[in-house]
């Protein structure tokens, strides 16, 4: 049986979230993310049994994404604002793999967190993503 370090477990975690987010449906959208909420999930892998490791993600806080190019964070449990701020969208180009676009944080907690910036993609589930962080994914609510 394998025994993974906790940094192997957390980079495989982090790759996995990265495979999923880049192949999870190549959309195109010339207007950039869908203005909404989005819950920010934070993923790690939890142990289970010996040698088996489950992704599971956990939601702190959440973000509203406006289209007028400016968001708030704010805590989930208490509501209260952490932090507001501007982003911009760059649109991908059509038809071309890996080109979905970005979206570039210009001042707020996400720029301040290094997040310079982050893909726009459409989930398998049919749910909008930004992918914000090695372990971090916002996820429009439905």
Same mark, same amino acid.
């Given at each position: 049986?394998?025994? %993974?370090?906790?940094?192997?477990?957390?980079?495989?975690?982090?790759?996995?979230?990265?495979?999923?987010?880049?192949?999870? &449906?190549?959309?195109?959208? *010339?207007?950039?993310?869908?203005?909404?909420?989005?819950?920010?999930?934070?993923? /790690?892998?939890?142990?289970?049994?010996?040698? *088996?490791?489950?992704?599971?993600?956990?939601?702190?806080?959440?973000?509203?994404?406006?289209?007028? &190019?400016?968001?708030?964070?704010?805590?989930? *449990?208490?509501? *209260?604002?952490?932090?507001?701020?501007?982003?911009?969208?760059?649109?991908?180009?059509?038809?071309? /793999?890996?080109?979905?676009?970005?979206?570039?944080?210009?001042?707020?907690?996400? !720029?301040?967190?290094?997040?310079?910036?982050?893909?726009?993609?459409?989930?398998?589930? &049919?749910? !909008?993503?930004? %992918?914000?962080?090695?372990? /971090?994914? /916002?996820?429009?609510?439905?």
């Amino acid at each position: 049986m394998l025994n %993974f370090s906790p940094l192997s477990r957390l980079l495989a975690c982090a790759l996995t979230i990265c495979a999923v987010v880049q192949t999870a &449906g190549q959309a195109h959208a *010339a207007d950039g993310p869908p203005a909404g909420l989005y819950n920010i999930r934070l993923y /790690a892998p939890t142990r289970v049994g010996d040698n *088996a490791a489950r992704i599971n993600y956990s939601i702190t806080s959440y973000m509203i994404l406006r289209a007028d &190019g400016n968001y708030e964070v704010y805590e989930k *449990a208490t509501k *209260a604002l952490r932090s507001r701020g501007t982003y911009t969208y760059e649109p991908g180009k059509e038809g071309v /793999a890996g080109s979905e676009g970005r979206v570039r944080w210009k001042s707020g907690l996400n !720029y301040e967190m290094g997040r310079g910036g982050s893909y726009f993609l459409k989930c398998t589930d &049919g749910q !909008y993503c930004l %992918f914000i962080g090695v372990n /971090a994914v /916002a996820v429009l609510e439905q």
